[in-house]
């Protein structure tokens, strides 16, 4: 799995690629998200569109990342779930704790509403 982070719409978009399945990626997930808590940056957004499997490592790294960025006051949203993502997030039934989006605009849109 890789990452890349940007800054839209007054929150940070993280972009997973590939697979995720925890391990080293989450080491590097967690040391980022400390420095955007140290940037005074909490409002997160993960964008889920290119990835093409999770297993429950991936899954908990996830629920780790939304655990940090609430610890520090902000929130983590998921956004562009595939189909088998999100049907992973049912079964789960982790879609009941994140919020969810269609798109990467929604998700960082919602945080205005807080």
Not at 3 to 23: P, Q
Not at 88 to 109: D, G
Request: aromatic share 6%.
């Amino acid at each position: 799995m890789s990452f890349n982070t940007s800054e839209r719409y007054n929150s940070v978009v993280i972009e997973f690629k590939g697979n995720v399945m925890g391990g080293p990626d989450a080491v590097s997930l967690n040391e980022k998200l400390h420095e955007l808590i140290d940037d005074g940056k909490t409002n997160i957004v993960v964008d889920l569109g290119k990835v093409k499997f999770m297993n429950s490592s991936g899954l908990g790294m996830l629920i780790g990342a939304l655990t940090t960025m609430r610890k520090a006051g902000g929130d983590l949203r998921i956004a562009n779930a595939t189909d088998k993502i999100e049907s992973l997030l049912i079964v789960t039934k982790l879609i009941t704790v994140f919020k969810h989006f269609k798109s990467v605009e929604e998700a960082a849109e919602s945080f205005q509403e807080n």
